[in-house]
């Protein structure tokens, strides 16, 4: 048997509670006993709690995902500039001017070359990551 409650809410409240059940497709009441439910049951906080560290926990695997990236990215940056600054000699000023309208032109083909990589969707890090899976020395597996 249901019993019946008749309680008023703040404007804002009621609005979200409505959003809510709309969005939902659900009655108003059947949110407000699920809400009213779950924050009166005795084991709550340990959901929430729960809750919160999968959240975490998901999180802490997208920031190390993104650390992996960035590192990859800063260490191939480093290389190619250390490569580009001990093999490009230095030019007189006479080709200087060439040498820029040139350097523009290349830097517009990268430009165009990475929005197709990046249009491509696959990144460098995966290469990366299919390489060195390639390349590693296939062996047995430790005993146990």
């Not at 409650?5 to 703040?10: D, I, Q, S």
């Not at 340990?46 to 990236?69: C, G, K, N, P, T």
């Not at 830097?107 to 197709?116: M, P, Q, T, V």
């Not at 990589?117 to 597996?141: F, H, N, V, Y």
Request: aromatic share 6%; glycine share 2%.
């Amino acid at each position: 048997m249901r019993t019946k409650h008749t309680f008023r809410l703040p404007p804002d409240l009621a609005t979200k509670l409505a959003d809510y059940a709309a969005r939902k497709r659900v009655p108003q009441a059947l949110v407000v006993e699920a809400a009213l439910a779950s924050h009166l049951s005795p084991d709550g906080a340990d959901r929430l709690e729960a809750a919160l560290a999968r959240r975490l926990d998901r999180m802490v695997r997208q920031m190390e995902l993104i650390e992996r990236y960035v590192t990859i990215s800063n260490e191939a940056l480093a290389v190619f500039v250390r490569f580009w600054l001990t093999s490009t000699p230095a030019l007189p000023d006479t080709a200087l001017a060439a040498a820029q309208a040139k350097g523009r032109e290349r830097y517009d083909g990268f430009i165009e070359a990475l929005r197709r990589r990046l249009a491509r969707g696959r990144k460098l890090a995966e290469e990366i990551s299919c390489d060195i899976e390639a390349t590693a020395p296939q062996s047995d597996p430790e005993p146990r």
